[in-house]
């Protein structure tokens, strides 16, 4: 593997903004000026504060994935789509649950938005296959899909891919698997990332970011132990030397 220099290690990073209100959000966000890092909105901040929280980080300089996680009737993905076109978000998600045309009506809702003219490009979308928190047992017994978690999670990929998107939410353990079903350039999103000495927290299917890196994932979203440490900051640079192997 070819190693990273820090600032390619940064660029990989998205930073779970998991906060009840945007004044400390953005406070945190803050702290990684200049990094090159992404941010992360997810359902508790968007909740919380609204699309202007968006807007702010993208005043900042900052690249932000949406996590919202949209999984309805076609015709309603497709407008929330155009909504987070409008808010400038680089990235948001959909459940690969939701299947092939809700999918598609996701990818032309943003689409629609720009030959509109009321957003300037379309963000990339993505899609969740399974919840990093999701054990075999809660697959087979709770969720009533049967198999391996590796090939639901392969099958909601290859769905992905047919219906117009540029990759998927994952965790680091099926990376390989995705990468070999749908080509390198089908992008890979993984949560569940804990650094070393970290706590798995209420995650399942986890890795460091080492790992997660030599695995040849595209993106690593972290939170907890970047966003509950005493120094955010110093925090994101120790992963970032554990990325890079400094």
Same mark, same amino acid.
């Given at each position: /593997? ?10 990989? $990073?998205? $930073? ?16 990684? #000026? ?5 941010? %992360?909105?997810? /359902? ?13 980080? %993208? ?9 919202? %996680? ?7 993905? =497709? ?8 808010? *400038? ?12 045309? /809700? ?13 509109? *003219?009321? #957003? ?48 998927? $939410?994952?965790? !680091? ?20 990332? =804990? !650094? ?13 970011? =080492? ?12 939170? =907890?132990?970047?966003?509950?440490? !005493? ?16």
């Amino acid at each position: /593997m070819k190693e990273l220099s820090l600032r390619q290690a940064g660029a990989k $990073v998205m $930073v779970a903004l998991d906060k009840p209100e945007a004044e400390a959000a953005l406070r945190l966000a803050d702290q990684l #000026a200049d990094t090159g890092c992404w941010m %992360k909105v997810g /359902m508790e901040l968007f909740y919380a504060a609204g699309p202007s929280v968006v807007q702010e980080l %993208k005043t900042r300089g900052f690249k932000v994935f949406l996590d919202v %996680k949209m999984h309805d009737i076609p015709n309603t993905v =497709r407008g929330g789509a155009r909504s987070i076109a409008r808010l *400038g978000a680089d990235l948001f998600n959909v459940h690969a649950a939701g299947g092939l045309a /809700m999918m598609n009506a996701a990818v032309e809702g943003a689409e629609e938005a720009v030959s509109e *003219g009321v #957003a300037e490009r379309v963000p990339l979308v993505i899609a969740v296959t399974q919840l990093t928190s999701t054990t075999r047992e809660t697959l087979n017994k709770e969720i009533g899909i049967p198999g391996s978690i590796e090939d639901t999670v392969v099958h909601y990929a290859r769905l992905a891919r047919e219906a117009g998107l540029s990759g998927v $939410v994952a965790s !680091p353990l099926e990376v390989r698997a995705i990468k070999a079903a749908c080509g390198a350039d089908f992008l890979t999103v993984t949560p569940g990332i =804990r !650094p070393l000495g970290s706590e798995a927290g209420d995650q399942s299917r986890i890795s460091t970011p =080492r790992i997660a890196v030599e695995g040849g994932t595209d993106f690593l979203v972290i939170g =907890r132990p970047i966003t509950g440490a !005493p120094d955010p900051r110093e925090a994101f640079e120790t992963i970032l030397k554990e990325m890079t192997g400094a």
